[in-house]
């Protein structure tokens, strides 16, 4: 399969133990953001998304959160587990439809 | 099953020889995108369209040519490669842009210019 040789900020986590991932974004016009996983030798999958009048939404084991005041945003996995080690991206939709990505996270999950 | 497909996976090819990466989605989405993908700098957009005869560039469209003459495909054509065109290369597919949740992305074509 296909996958980048990324020199990234990488996050060590012990398997079980909660997970924040951050992500500071560009464009202070943007009003809806997306984080994505990519696992080694796929494309990018679509975890989660959230929309500028809302500061947090929850999914299944994750929860984003929103600061716009700061263009901050994170990604919080709960009760970490291996399958979850990958590159985590945030995207924007800067202007109507184009989407923007950040440069990524990598998340590595220890037993 | 509902995927996006890309073919080549893989491709090496010298300067100015023109090639087409094929991607084609099976789920009768209306939005398609290209993007391009090098270490550090995350994906790039490269081009989207938004349904057949719709196209628009994305970030970094320089280089590259698209066409949507069919809904369920969206070539991406390098007229004359180069080195910098280099990069791991990804076509998504979405119901309707950015009023769709999730964009669904093929599995990559590695591209190499010589």
């Known amino acids: 399969g296909e996958s980048v040789g990324l020199h990234l900020p990488t996050l060590s986590v012990q398997e079980g133990d909660n997970s924040i991932i951050n992500c500071a974004y560009s464009?202070?016009?943007?009003?809806?953001f997306i984080w994505y996983k990519q696992e080694s030798g796929k494309g990018p999958q679509f975890i989660i998304d959230?929309?500028?009048?809302?500061d947090k939404r929850q999914g299944q084991r994750v929860t984003v959160l929103l600061n716009k005041t700061v263009k901050h945003l994170s990604l919080q996995i709960a009760a970490t587990q291996p399958g979850d080690s990958a590159v985590y991206f945030c995207?924007?939709?800067?202007?109507?439809?184009?989407?923007?990505f950040g440069a990524g996270t990598r998340l590595a999950v220890h037993p | 099953e509902a995927q996006v497909t890309q073919n080549p996976r893989y491709l090496i090819t010298v300067t100015g020889k023109k090639l087409t990466v094929t991607c084609s989605q099976n789920?009768?989405?209306?939005?398609m995108s290209w993007y391009r993908q090098d270490p550090g700098l995350g994906l790039r957009q490269i081009y989207y369209?938004?349904?057949?005869?719709?196209?628009d560039k994305g970030d970094v469209p320089e280089g590259y040519k698209v066409s949507r003459k069919e809904k369920r495909n969206f070539p991406l054509i390098l007229e004359s490669p180069s080195p910098n065109q280099t990069s791991l290369y990804f076509c998504?597919?979405?119901?309707?842009?950015?009023?769709?949740?999730?964009?669904?992305f093929g599995p990559g074509t590695r591209l190499t210019v010589t």
């Open positions: 998504a597919s979405s119901l309707r842009g950015r009023a769709s949740r999730e964009q669904y």
């Open positions: 464009n202070s016009a943007s009003d809806y």
């Open positions: 959230i929309r500028s009048n809302m």
């Open positions: 995207a924007e939709y800067g202007g109507y439809n184009k989407l923007i």
């Open positions: 789920m009768n989405h209306e939005y």
């Open positions: 369209s938004m349904n057949v005869e719709v196209t």
